[in-house]
C-alpha cells in the first residue's frame, strides 16, 4: 500500500500519485513543484490545510432554504431560462472548464435538451453535458410551474 499522495492536474484533470520532479533542476529532490506525468503541467505543490479550505470554498449550501426555489439544472424544462445559484462540483478542474464556457455562478443559462444529452446555452456558447455534471449545476428556479 503506497503512502504517495494524489493529484489531480489543474490543466488536464489526469489524477495522478507522487511528486517526482524529473527536470534537470538542481533542487528536484527538495521542491515543491509537482509535474503532470499526461502533459507535463508544473505547478507548485499546496498544503492540505489549502487543498481542504478551497473544498470548503468550493462546496454549496448543504441544505436549501425553500423548497422548489433552487433545483438542479437537470430539473428545468426544456426552453427555459434561469440564472445559476451554485455549482457543486467533484472536482476543480471541472468547476474551470463549466466557467470556461461561460457557466459560473450569477450567469443565465438555458436548457435547450435533456436527451441524449443535457445541452445548456449560456450566451453565444452552448454545451452538451452529462447528467451528472448536471445534477451539480443549481439554478434559481424563476418559474416554479415545472
Not at 468547476?95 to 435538451?113: E, K, P
Amino acid at each position: 500500500m503506497s503512502n504517495e499522495r494524489t493529484y489531480e492536474c489543474p490543466l488536464c484533470g489526469t489524477d495522478f500519485a507522487g511528486t517526482e520532479c524529473r527536470s534537470s533542476c538542481p533542487m528536484s529532490r527538495g521542491c515543491a513543484m509537482v509535474r503532470c506525468p499526461h502533459c507535463g503541467y508544473e505547478y507548485v505543490e499546496s498544503g492540505r490545510f489549502a487543498d481542504m479550505l478551497r473544498r470548503w470554498i468550493r462546496r454549496g449550501p448543504e441544505k436549501i432554504a425553500e423548497d422548489g426555489e433552487i433545483i438542479p439544472v437537470a430539473e428545468m424544462r426544456v426552453g427555459s431560462s434561469a440564472p445559476v445559484a451554485y455549482i457543486t462540483p467533484s472536482s476543480p478542474a471541472r468547476l474551470n472548464r463549466l466557467a470556461s464556457y461561460g457557466i459560473a455562478a450569477g450567469s443565465d443559462v438555458r436548457l435547450i435538451a435533456k436527451r441524449p444529452a443535457v445541452v445548456l446555452a449560456c450566451g453565444s456558447s452552448s454545451i452538451a453535458i452529462e447528467d451528472d455534471v448536471a445534477r451539480e449545476i443549481y439554478v434559481r428556479n424563476t418559474n416554479p410551474a415545472a
